[in-house]
């Protein structure tokens, strides 16, 4: 059994064991199509729960991203990465992908370098996110988000 194939609860940061209302996720080939199908899914899932507008675009854009690093970095063939949703008092983001010896890190890129701002923006648009280590299994990286009207 993989890492991929073990369905988990999810545990907000600060808060251990608290169960969610929705809680789902579905695995991605590690393709170089994975973020748009992540993005799309994700999307239609947070409308199916009533979550839309601002929270919808921010959350779609950082599951793009944290599926875009884990394609490139746990790409190979039969390498799939694992998208998660969950939503209790915030709503939490997950991608979970195989490589285990590459922690993603916030980098600060020049004008002219072509990446290195992805974690920036999970940065700027989540109230949380960080990273859980399973070696020799994977890792998942995860961001929260405030919702609307919740304190």
């Known amino acids: ?25 579905f695995r991605l080939a590690s393709k170089p199509t994975a973020p748009f199908l ?15 507008g601002g929270l919808r675009d921010n959350v779609t854009l950082v599951m793009s991203e944290l599926t875009a690093n884990a394609v490139l970095h746990a790409s190979g063939e039969g390498n799939h990465v694992l998208v998660a949703l969950s939503l209790g008092t915030r709503l939490r983001a997950e991608v979970t992908d195989a490589d285990f010896r590459h922690e993603p890190e916030m980098q600060f890129s020049g004008a002219s370098d072509e990446g290195g701002r992805g974690l920036l923006l999970v940065h700027a648009l989540s109230a949380d996110w960080g990273v859980r280590s399973y070696p020799p299994l ?11 009207g919740v304190s």
């Open 1 to 25: 059994m993989s890492l991929l194939d073990d369905h988990r609860r999810c545990e907000y940061a600060g808060e251990p064991g608290l169960t969610a209302v929705y809680d789902t996720g």
């Open 138 to 148: 994977g890792k998942t990286v995860w961001a929260e988000f405030a919702l609307p």
């Open 38 to 52: 992540a993005r799309d899914r994700v999307a239609r899932i947070m409308q199916r729960w009533g979550l839309d």
